[in-house]
């Protein structure tokens, strides 16, 4: 693995890294790149509280984000080991997407 990009990293403002959900993309040394969305637990249920305000998804009957990956927080810490035990396990294909 060569690099782990975290977009929540280049935001300018601070965010709460246990309520939040944050686009991930890695890259591999052969240049093969993989993403993801890694979404809060806590996140889920603050979108569904949007929802049920806004009246999206069915007024926060349901919630779907493509190549999601639920985490404990979106710190880089717990994002890498995340990625780090989906390649050990052989699963990491299995979570995240392969893009150009």
Do not use: H, P
């Not at 782990?4 to 890294?17: G, P, Q, R």
């Not at 959900?21 to 890694?38: L, P, Q, S, W, Y």
């Amino acid at each position: 693995m060569k690099e782990i990009w975290i977009e929540a990293e280049e935001w300018s403002n601070e965010y709460d890294i246990y309520d939040e959900n944050t686009d991930v993309k890695v890259i591999f040394e052969d240049g093969t790149k993989g993403v993801a969305t890694f979404i809060t637990y806590k996140n889920i249920l603050s979108l569904r509280d949007k929802n049920q305000a806004t009246g999206e998804c069915q007024n926060g009957k349901y919630f779907w984000a493509s190549d999601m990956l639920l985490i404990e927080d979106i710190s880089r810490k717990t994002i890498t080991d995340v990625i780090v035990q989906l390649l050990e396990d052989d699963e990491f294909w299995s979570v995240f997407e392969k893009v150009n």
